[in-house]
Every structure is written in structure tokens, then in C-alpha cells.
């Protein structure tokens, strides 16, 4: 099989099973997020503290405690939420803290920067997929729509960057990052991205059109910056890809990089303007 026919495939089925997971309810909505969020702190963790799979598996389920605890919470599977997600995000703290005894008896060389890599895993990837859920929840009621609209739009920000950067690239934007990267394809991005937050605004009414369109500059500027911010990380480690779970297209983190570093903004921008 081709490269081309490769990526088309694997494009294909990923597409299908995300659209299948945010659709099918609230149950495959919470554990497509919670592969993800595996996945890829599974994936930054290899790359950055590759020798010791124990601690590994510690970060990753540090890592995922907000996304489930929020889950849980948003689930109605915990009795008086407001109480419970103010004793859960607490209780991330004496969490992270294991990880410092933990370090204490592994008689590493270096284990502030294992501690700080997986505190950074925590922080980058862990409470940004959290985040989703209160996307998801905003409404009040599980509303599939708005999720698979960010979605949608951070896709469309990095086809249309990627095809018009191919094309009409010349100025580059952060050559010593992302040497193929253009003022013309960010532009292109910008123009695509904001162009579907407008036919998002009819496709699925509920979500204002102002919203839409804040929603599109969100994506296609802070999505861009996650691009290059997942660039800078493969570039100081020397690597081409963060996994190869994918092929044709690399790791999830590759896939997902725009999108987690998004979700902040856009929570805190839809938090502030409600439906």
C-alpha cells in the first residue's frame, strides 16, 4: 500500500471512530477521551523519560486522574458534584507529591527532571483533556455538537494551513521549529478555519454565531501554536514522530497536539459566554 492510501485508510477509520465515539453517548464519549488521554501521556512520557516503564505507568495514571474525575462527575455518578470536584482536584496534589518519594529511593541521576516531566504531563496533556468535559457539558446536558465542531475545526485549520502552505508557501514563519511551516499556510488556515465557524453556525444552530466564530480564531491560533509547541518537543528530542500507532500519520499526540493545547482557551472562552 502506498503512502498516500495509507494515510487515507487510517484517516478514514480515525474519523469513524471519533464520530462513533462522541455520538454514541456519554459512556463512548468518556472512554474515547480516556484512550486518548492514555495514548498520549503514554506517548510524551516514552519519549521523555524512556528507561523506566514504572514510572511511566505513574504518570499516565496521574495524568488521567482529572480526565476520569471530571468524567465521573459530569456522569452523575458521584453524589453532590460541586462538593466532590473541589475534593478531587485537591486530591491531584498529594498525588503529584507521590511522585517526589517515589524519586526518593530510585537512586536516579537526574530526578527533578523526571519529576518535572511528569508533572509536565500532568499539566500538558492531563488537565487540558479534562477540560473537554466541561465543553462537552457546557450546556448543562451532553452536547455531542460543539465537541465534534472544535474538532472539525482544528482539522480544517491544519488541512487548509498544509495545503495552502504546499502551494503558496513562501514567507516561513518559524524556520528554526517547523522548517516547511508558512506565513502564507497559517494565513490559509486562519481564512478555512473561520470560513467553517460560519457554516457551523447553520449546521448546528445552538452555539451562537459570534461563538462560532471565537471558536475558530481560538482554533486556528492557539491550535498553530500547539503545532509548533508538539515541533519544538519532537525537535529537541530528535524524532520525526511521537508514536507510530497511526500509520501513515504517526502517534495520537501527533493527531491531537492543535487540539489538547486548544482545549484551555476554548473552555475558558465558552465558560465566559454561555449558550
Known amino acids: 500500500m502506498s503512502g498516500l492510501a495509507q494515510r487515507v485508510v487510517t484517516a478514514f477509520f480515525f474519523v469513524a471512530v471519533m464520530v462513533g465515539g462522541i455520538y454514541g453517548g456519554q459512556i463512548t464519549f468518556a472512554l474515547l477521551f480516556a484512550l486518548i488521554a492514555i495514548m498520549c501521556l503514554w506517548e510524551f512520557l516514552n519519549l521523555t523519560l524512556p528507561k523506566n ?5 505513574i504518570g499516565v495514571l496521574i495524568g488521567l486522574f482529572p480526565f476520569v474525575t471530571v468524567a465521573l462527575l459530569k456522569l452523575e455518578l458521584m453524589p453532590n458534584p460541586g ?5 478531587c482536584s485537591l486530591l491531584l496534589l498529594p498525588l503529584v507529591f507521590l511522585i517526589f518519594i517515589y524519586e526518593l529511593f530510585t537512586k536516579s541521576e537526574k530526578p527533578f527532571s523526571n519529576l518535572g516531566m511528569l508533572v509536565l504531563s500532568v499539566v500538558y496533556i492531563g488537565l487540558p483533556i479534562a477540560s473537554i468535559n466541561f465543553i462537552a457539558y457546557e450546556s448543562g446536558s451532553y452536547n455531542p455538537n460543539i465537541l465534534m465542531g472544535i474538532l472539525l475545526l482544528t482539522w480544517t485549520n491544519d488541512t487548509f ?18 522548517p516547511k511551516k508558512t506565513w502564507e499556510g497559517t494565513m490559509g488556515g486562519a481564512v478555512g ?7 457551523l453556525s447553520y449546521v ?14 481560538i482554533a486556528f491560533i492557539f491550535g498553530g501554536i500547539g503545532d509548533l509547541i508538539e515541533s519544538m518537543l519532537k525537535r529537541s ?3 520525526k514522530d511521537t508514536g507510530t500507532i497511526l500509520p501513515g500519520h504517526g502517534g495520537f499526540l501527533d493527531r491531537f497536539d492543535a487540539f489538547i493545547f486548544m482545549l484551555p482557551f476554548a473552555t475558558a472562552y465558552l465558560l465566559w459566554f454561555s449558550y
Open 53 to 57: 516503564t514504572t514510572r511511566k505507568i
Open 204 to 217: 448546528f444552530p445552538e452555539v451562537a454565531l459570534f461563538k462560532w466564530i471565537g471558536l475558530a480564531i
Open 237 to 239: 528530542l530528535g524524532v
Open 193 to 199: 478555519t473561520i470560513g467553517l465557524g460560519v457554516i
Open 83 to 87: 462538593k466532590h470536584i473541589l475534593h
Open 161 to 178: 494551513a498544509y495545503f495552502v502552505g504546499s502551494k503558496l508557501g513562501r514567507t516561513k514563519l518559524l524556520e528554526r521549529i517547523s
